[in-house]
T-cell receptor, first 112, second 115 residues
Framework: AQSVTQPDIHITVSEGASLELRCNYS??????LFWYVQSPGQGLQLLLK??????LVQGIKGFEAEFKRSQSSFNLRKPSVHWSDAAEYFC??????????FGTGTRLLVSP | NAGVTQTPKFRILKIGQSMTLQCAQD?????MYWYRQDPGMGLKLIYY???????DKGEVPNGYNVSRSTTEDFPLRLELAAPSQTSVYFC??????????????FGSGTQLSVL
């Protein structure tokens, strides 16, 4: 079975501070991993994805994520958060040609 | 490019009523999906389609039906609305599935309340 865990429901970060959102997965082989962002009232937008190769993946809007096989993790990072980054972030996994599975999401709040 | 268009944006139904959520994409994507999003639960796949005339059940198909007569359209039908179907519904499409070029494009959602 495949599953995704996002342990943090809410995170508050000060504007300009760094950000790390956690994502842990369960899958027997190397999965395809994704981070999506959902702004209020909008659908989800792909931030970045990992399939193979370099374990540090760069995405849009200054985000990056690192795949760590030993920790079954795919944490999302940003060095300096902007107020416009306030949104809900979803980690997702696809194992081979199985269904895409989403985590429960982490809501990011940005304080002035 | 409009991308993925969902209508309506909001709807209130009475228990037992039926309705169709519309979804259209103009990117010539073969793969289309319907998800529901409940607070704290992430997105759950209701139905998906790999091309015109081909549909299959996802994780939570009960109470819903779909059809895919064209590449562009993928409507979701609720036959007998129940309060448990109160949710936000998202339609998505992708050109590929399960490969390095996979990317889902989402509509802006339909907020449905069943009272």
């Amino acid at each position: 079975a495949q599953s995704v865990t996002q342990p943090d429901i809410h995170i508050t970060v000060s504007e300009g501070a760094s950000l790390e959102l956690r994502c842990n997965y369960s899958y027997g082989a190397t999965p395809y991993l994704f981070w999506y962002v959902q702004s209020p009232g909008q659908g989800l937008q792909l931030l970045l994805k990992y399939f193979s190769g370099d374990t540090l993946v760069q995405g849009i809007k200054g985000f990056e994520a690192e795949f760590k096989r030993s920790q079954s993790s795919f944490n999302l990072r940003k060095p300096s958060v902007h107020w416009s980054d306030a949104a809900e972030y979803f980690c997702a996994l696809r194992g081979g040609f199985q269904k895409l599975v989403f985590g429960t999401g982490t809501r990011l709040l940005v304080s002035p | 490019n409009a991308g993925v268009t969902q209508t309506p944006k909001f709807r209130i139904l009475k228990i037992g009523q039926s309705m169709t959520l519309q979804c259209a994409q103009d990117m010539n994507h073969n793969y289309m999906y319907w998800y529901r999003q409940d607070p704290g639960m992430g997105l759950k796949l209701i139905y998906y389609s790999v091309g015109a005339g081909i549909t299959d059940k996802g994780e939570v198909p009960n109470g819903y039906n779909v059809s895919r007569s064209t590449t562009e359209d993928f409507p979701l039908r609720l036959e007998l609305a129940a309060p448990s179907q109160t949710s936000v519904y998202f339609c998505a499409s992708s050109y590929r599935q399960g490969g390095p070029n996979e990317k889902l494009f989402f509509g802006s959602g339909t907020q449905l309340s069943v009272l």
